[in-house]
């Protein structure tokens, strides 16, 4: 049985945590390095409720995706939902390691493992990390279809691929285009609209795309746009990474058990979709004054 500290070393091989941006907050968070671990859980989010399916598992490392203090902190008090999350790992003996920006921009990376999810086929990085000499590392990745579709048969492709959320999928674009290029990029990434552009893609699917953004974008091209939930865009990398690390596992014989959290932490729980109804009938103001302007 591995100790702690051998496995981290085997995570930061895999991301390493130099790749990430320098606004990130990426490692371990906490944990005892000479601690033995046979359970692993990976999971998107370091919230209460995957701490508690770790105790429940009996795991020894959580490895999430987000990162648990993005932006420091003063206090891990147990009245703070954070805090709360560091007692319980620590009470219970469990490690917390995060890959961010340094998974982003792996290879393979998030953006990879959203693209098997969409079953595309990658093509190059979106945005080349210009340290890797072999041109696969890098933000987002540009894909093909194996065959050309709709844009609504696309957005469906996604609908029923990605895991299902209170959002779903939203869709930008002429339902009939054909879609034969796609770009992605998981989690947020309006911030790469003008790299998409350049790609020349048909589509780009990614999340948290906000209004003033995506209006811009439909006005500059008829790229089409597929927004999901953040959360569902950035999950299938549990799955890829969990298999990284069994590898690594089984090359050391180290014999982990790795498990992926299927618990959907997606902060939006419901979605009502808008009801058309009878526009308001326009209402009539009379003024007592007269405004004196010309008729």
Not at 5 to 21: F, M, Q, T
Not at 161 to 180: K, S, W
């Amino acid at each position: 049985m591995p100790r702690l500290s051998e496995v981290l070393a085997a995570l930061d091989a895999l991301w390493p945590p130099e790749r990430a941006e320098e606004w990130d907050a990426v490692g371990t968070v906490c944990g005892d390095p000479d601690a033995e671990v046979n359970r692993v859980l990976f999971a998107v989010d370091p919230v209460q409720e995957i701490a508690d399916e770790a105790i429940a598992l009996g795991a020894q490392l959580i490895v999430t995706h987000h990162p648990l203090y993005l932006r420091g902190t003063t206090t891990v008090a147990a009245s703070t939902f954070k805090g709360r999350v560091v007692h319980t790992l620590i009470k219970h003996d469990i490690a917390l390691h995060v890959a961010h920006t340094n998974a982003d921009s792996a290879d393979p990376g998030v953006s990879d493992a959203l693209a098997g999810a969409l079953d595309l086929r990658v093509v190059r990085p979106l945005v080349p990390d210009t340290t890797d000499p072999s041109g696969r590392r890098g933000l987002g990745r540009i894909c093909e279809l194996d065959r050309p579709e709709t844009l609504a048969e696309f957005a469906e492709r996604a609908a029923k691929r990605l895991p299902a959320t209170a959002q779903g999928i939203r869709v930008a674009g002429d339902p009939d285009a054909l879609i034969r290029t796609v770009a992605v990029s998981g989690g947020s990434g309006d911030s790469l609209f003008a790299q998409v552009r350049a790609a020349g893609v048909d589509a780009y699917v990614t999340a948290d795309l906000r209004h003033h953004p995506v209006s811009e974008a439909v006005q500059h091209s008829p790229l089409a746009l597929v927004d999901a939930a953040h959360w569902a865009t950035e999950w299938p990398w549990c799955e890829q990474a969990a298999a990284q690390l069994d590898s690594v596992s089984d090359r050391h014989g180290w014999g982990l058990r790795v498990h992926v959290s299927h618990r959907v932490t997606d902060p939006w729980s419901s979605h009502q979709s808008s009801q058309p109804s009878e526009p308001p009938a326009p209402s009539l103001h009379h003024s007592s004054h007269s405004s004196g302007a010309p008729n």
